[in-house]
């Protein structure tokens, strides 16, 4: 019934989206009749709606179908507290200098940047996939340029495994990769210098004295595990459970330069899932068992091959490669969030992390990463911060943050426990009896019973600091007690998933965008209605006065029914509003003409297909929103509504 | 039918509710573990709902019912933007120190708190409502002692009108109060010194080689103004209309002291009002016209007084005691706004700015203020930022922020032009040319007819820089000519509600608590439907596995009508964990037992007066619905469904 659309008739055109978004003010870089300022952006009228309906999906989809703990923290922290984090120390990039002009430059980027550029020059030479460039990418000054020379056979498998395990580098190596391929600042044509770390933290100071250091978080989970007692108690001292974040944070990028891609700023959801440690098995694991998932695990990375492996979530788990149900839970839960907002699930994989690659909080990782026009981006990490964070601060500020769980059981031990006889020790041995029970108390059980067995003949001898010391049971009793534990104490681990919106925003407009067959010009954003900014355009034949009541009427409809709409009335054709509202992704319109006020009929019109259906309005608006609520899809429309063919009957 | 409830039996008291705030993790002092920092807070799970609950109310009752634009943008923010909105040179506090020990106290909060206490002491003693202290008021170190010292008549007279005008006074002044009356600081009795100004932002720097200075936004206003080109784009060049943000912002307090009320960092909603400077208007004022709101405006407060006017808005601006239509509906919107989530309206006044007191922005400001156990504290402001910001901006940028509107009916105009023969001007003149045509241009109307007759006699005569210059027709000709202006261009003015969500927050709670009059340990928050954290309680008789059918069904049930529920199965009694719930603002809770498995039967409680309603589970949960949506309340509810007298036979 409905039209086919061929949505790849002209080929992704980075710059044609991107002149889209900044045309429809889905975001604009920030401060931009200052000049702007690299990697900040603002979010306008659409971007900010689709940056709200895709964390109120995440929401529903996280927050409130597991019952998590959902908090809203502080983002300028005392610097005592990344101290202790290891943010101040290790959260950082390697940076290289043009050792001429100064300018700084990310290292492993430069490193990336080069050695592709020189592939790229290499297959240009061999007649291998060389796209032309075009115009507009000429004129980016930053590109590096492609040179047409060609390389030996054995250096281009050598740049390949480099760039397969780039991650994998730390900043000396980094050095020693630009020293040995001599790798110059492209821009310039000058060497660097030796790479140097740079907190990627934004510093600041708290409080009118200046005395108080402070940064800006770059990440949320520090406000989490410092409020885990109280969530403990607000669960009731049950666990698992998890707390659930979303909020901005703050990096301190080199030289952002990927839009949306890598910004100083962004919004984030993160959820920290305390688990025990010796149990991280998942209640609703068996719901997601059957979940295919796009796997690249590190072992397939270090040996230079990014081939993806096609599992469920359930055998993944069952081998062994995604390290427990937990994680896999969340993993299949992320796959699932992403496919549900309209990311393009061929487009996504999941990659574990290196071991020299993962955060220093992290035991094990796993990314989601979205492929966009500029590769594989990582959009949520998935990791295993097992009990560091929760450690640190407990041990750095004598909070305990432990679960204290009653045993059904008791445990009932036995072992060997040492008793000095203070007084006569002090007396006997002087200064030598602090280390002497220091030893004593050091031994394990072995040790123990044998030292007992000594004693039982009269006496001990001990070797301390080179010395010989003899012990008698006058000074030392051994004996076998028996101890009863009620109660388990432990430190959780934590599982944390971490999403990053503004990326996922905008790898779901490289996804969603396409060009009509017929007209190029003619962009649209194929956003499902779940996320996308508007749902319904009204769109009435004039801004003439007797189209209101009906306006009115067909917008109250909707809104009761909980559809958010909008009235495009402005002074165009009706044909440049609906191109206007495609770039804006609004999936469905109806419009009122003449016909309309006098047959109480409405059309209705589906942005891909740009199909029209027509009938009665209270018709078409039960239509709409169960096409909005996803219980109905177009093919189903066009079942319960007429075909509009463009005329209406008017008197 | 439903019981009387007396919820003043006990007075209000703040270190039971703050208790309570504590104890449920409303919120709590961010790093508390680490020792906290003042003015820092986190939200824990029930006030993040809340807040949350207030945003969302917050954005259907501004943004969407009034079309407002919303954004999302930056708050690191380059240093240049707050020099040109002036916020580098005047974003500041007075602040005074300890001449011994350097403690830093905000100067106006010293006079307040010392000048209180002098006028509490004195109350005192003349045996006036003198509030015994608190055993844990006493407690408090911070807390200015009252010295029951009585005061002169005319000293205390004197004191109240300092107090009245308190926010008029300069940094100077403030400087003379502590000198004429002895104001020390409270916490040493040492003397303070000189007030200075300290600026309120964060500062930052931006990138790796800390060549840009930074601050963290003390407001989101900025990023509306610097994207207003966009948006007014974005509006089809059409004013009025309004942008909308909700975000963080930042403001390095003196000595914050004060819980939410006074924070460091804070969430807040903002509204930018874009409007014609020649035509405030507004069209839905007649919707609010009716609404009667308590005013304070500067006349009363410079006369020292703070009696409140009781009139309706259409009044005040007929009046002009509110500047026209367009602040009014806002001023009218915000009252409806507040006293929707809950504020008690009786509480609530609107206060004009004085003119010392004002933003450096503001022509006019009025603030929304609710009262609470500490005072009147502000909560939203109001102001008029005339066209200053878009001002500003676009002088220094050269990029113009105004609107641009075709003429209906072009305007005609003419006027003198004056056109000299320059060639000939700079032989005859040489250096004196550029001199003499400054001259001519800058003459008005007047003169330049007055030298066009001199002209016509032959020779004008010109003062410049004391000597005398003579023109001829030859030189200069002043010819009368007709201008056609069909476009209008202007700096839109801008009207501004700015929300406070903390603020709000707070007082909310207090306006909320109060103690059963049978037990003043059982606290209560009143809180409305629309915001309460949890709208209903589902309280199964325990968590064993037979209940398990029942609650999936009724919260799923739930979950469908749009109400959101929550599962209470600890292991307490129903009372204790209704009396949690009590505290955490959970306006219904259902109970779940045998009698309800056997009979299909579900039984209702109402928070506030524990009255028990009984019926068919599908009948309690729609009227338990219409409770929530606000479509019924208890007294009809109680005509729907049977009470529940506590007994239900089972078999």
Known sequence: MSKEVNKFAHPFDKTRLEALLNRRFFYAPAFEIYGGVAGLYDYGPP?????????????????????????????????????????????????????KTGDVLRADHLVKNVLEARLAGDREVRGLAAQPQKEDEKKKKKKVKNLAVQLADEKVKEYDTILAQLDNYSGPELGELCRKHGIRNPDTDNEVGEPQQFNLMFASSIGPTGQHPGYLRPETAQGHFLNFSRLLEFNNGRIPFAS???????????????????????????????????????????????????????????????????????????????????????????????????????????????????????????????????????????????????SVHSARTGHPLVVRQALKEPIITEKEVPEFNKKVLGKTLGRDAGLVQKIVWEMDEAQLLEFKGELAQGSAKLSAEGREITLTPELLSIERKTFKQSIREFTPNVIEPSFGFGRILYTLLEHSFWCREQDVERGVLSLPPVVAPTKVLIVPLSAKEEFEPLVQEVSTKLRKAGIFSRVDDSNTSIGKRYARNDELGTPFGVTLDFACIQNQTMTLRERDTTDQLIGPIDDVISVVTALVQGSMNWAEACQRLAVYDGVQAVD
């Open 47 to 99: 971007g900010s709606s689709l940056q709200a309906n895709i964390i109120a999906e995440w929401r529903k989809h996280f927050i409130i179908e597991d019952h998590m703990l959902e908090l809203d923290t502080t983002i300028m922290t005392p610097a005592s507290v990344f101290e202790t984090s290891g943010h101040v120390a290790r959260f950082a990039d390697w940076m290289v200098k043009d050792t």
């Open 244 to 390: 659930a974040q979303i909020g901005r944070s703050f990096r301190n990028e080199i030289s952002p330069r990927a839009g949306l891609l890598r910004v100083r700023e962004f919004t984030m959801g993160e959820i920290e899932h305390y688990v025990d440690p010796a149990d991280k098995r998942h209640e609703r694991f068996h719901e997601v068992r059957h979940i295919v998932l796009s796997l690249l695990d590190r072992h397939v990375q270090i040996q230079g091959s990014t081939e993806l492996t096609r599992m469920t979530i359930g055998e993944a788990v069952d081998k062994g490669l995604v390290a427990n149900e937990t994680l896999g839970y969340f993993l299949a839960r992320i796959n699932l969030f992403l496919v549900n907002i309209g990311i393009n699930p061929k487009r996504l994989r999941f990659r574990q992390h290196m071991a020299n690659e993962m955060a220093h909080y992290a035991t094990d990782c796993w990314d989601a990463e979205i492929e966009n026009v500029s590769g594989w981006t990582e959009c949520v990490g998935c990791a295993d911060r097992a009990a560091y964070d929760l």
